[in-house]
């Protein structure tokens, strides 16, 4: 099927989310980092995924050290309760992994000053990055033309009448390219962001995507190692206070003895009768 797009509904939307005052722009990362940050934000809000970075960096020495790290560990940090946790996380690891063999580093040498044509090829070829993502990566890192849209941006614009229902988030892109300028694809994308951000929106209103077959790895099994790993940790750190309470115990009780002892002594010398 054909999709159209409704011009006077997409200026009349962009219209609508421009605020009075510019908003802030996106922080200027290297390309690596935004593909996780955009790994984040995928189906989630900005300030759920900018949380969520901040929370992982704070355990994490760099970006090669979230590629190694255990799933079961970056659920435990991103939260089990992050919209689509498990299978965000199988992506973030398979496309630093993927990045690491072709570069041997977690960087993306080998593109930075080529063409956009290769840049976008590059990142079509990493498994498990949504079109999204890699629409993200193009904007904000390479400058590229580019407008990022999942489930909710496409949700926010099929409810303003901009799409019909059926249409994909590739296809929506697709046909917003034609009508938007590269120079103004930046801004009218971050109002859309926001605005998208701001709109009342769950999970249960669009289909749930499907499953990896790369990742294998089910919602329930990463969540019951995470909460094995927290039981493990909270009884270690029961031990730990308990081992130290009995040590301390046992400290008062020698410190005591040794008193009584020297108490003795004291009383028997007193005791003893003159010479």
């Not at 099927?1 to 989310?17: F, S, Y």
């Not at 991103?78 to 580093?105: M, Q, S, W």
């Not at 029961?238 to 003895?257: Q, V």
Request: proline letters at 4%.
């Amino acid at each position: 099927m054909k999709h159209e797009i409704d011009t006077k509904a997409l200026q009349a939307l962009l219209k609508k989310v421009k605020p009075k005052k510019a908003c802030e722009p996106f922080d200027a990362l290297a390309p690596v980092t935004q593909l996780v940050v955009s790994l984040l934000h995928w189906r989630a809000t900005q300030a759920e995924s900018d949380a969520a970075f901040d929370r992982i960096m704070e355990e994490m020495v760099d970006i090669n050290d979230l590629r190694v790290s255990s799933e079961a560990q970056i659920v435990e940090l991103i939260g089990d309760h992050y919209p689509c946790v498990a299978e965000r996380t199988a992506r973030i690891k398979e496309a630093l992994n993927e990045l690491f063999r072709r570069e041997h580093a977690v960087a993306m040498t080998s593109v930075e000053s080529a063409g956009k044509k290769e840049q976008r090829q590059y990142l079509e070829t990493l498994p498990g990055v949504p079109p999204f993502v890699i629409s993200r990566v193009m904007l904000l890192s390479f400058g590229g033309h580019a407008f990022p849209i999942d489930e909710r941006i496409l949700t926010l614009m099929t409810k303003a009448g901009v799409f019909t229902e059926d249409i994909t988030p590739a296809e929506a892109e697709a046909l917003l390219l034609r009508q938007i300028k590269a120079a103004d694809t930046l801004e009218a994308y971050t109002n859309i962001q926001v605005a998208a951000d701001k709109s009342r929106w769950t999970h249960d209103e669009i289909t749930p995507h499907a499953p990896m077959a790369a990742a294998a790895l089910a919602e329930s099994q990463l969540k019951n190692a995470v909460r094995a790993r927290k039981t493990a940790l909270k009884e270690a750190e029961t031990k730990k206070s308990a081992k130290k309470s009995t040590k301390k115990k046992t400290t008062k009780k020698t410190t005591k003895s040794t008193k009584t002892t020297k108490t003795s002594k004291t009383t028997k010398k007193k005791a003893a009768p003159a010479k």
